[in-house]
């Protein structure tokens, strides 16, 4: 498993309203909007974006009313499985892992981002077998 890094786990608008629920960043405190660079390990390989939970709070995010998903409140030391793909980054503090089944929709686990939403969390990519 590699470590991206650690931060306040958090998603542009632009996911959720494209539906896509793609890819992630760190903020370096509940309050803030800087993000935290991530260290950027080897794209382009299939694996398993993870979040373990270091801090938790309530998160202000109302959830997604379409799919019926809302924020809850992990427990420290959770480990949220966030999605399964081929890893990518974006300028180098987004991250994301596109499914291999090609869909346009839900690339990351919806559930698991609501539990980690606004957590301060540490990002792991554990690399898994080619199919």
Known sequence: ????GTGVL???ID???SDRYGQVFLLSS?????RVKLVQVKGGVRGRLMAIVKETRQSRHIGDLFHGVF???PKVGQKITLGEGTLFFRNYNAVGVQPDDG???LWLDING???AHE???TLYFEELPAN
């Open 119 to 121: 957590q301060t969390v």
């Open 10 to 12: 958090n998603w542009d």
């Open 103 to 105: 869909r346009d929709t």
């Open 113 to 115: 981002l609501y539990k």
């Open 30 to 34: 509940p309050d803030s909007e800087e």
């Open 15 to 17: 996911e959720r309203c």
């Open 1 to 4: 498993m590699q470590e991206l």
């Open 71 to 73: 924020p809850k409140t």
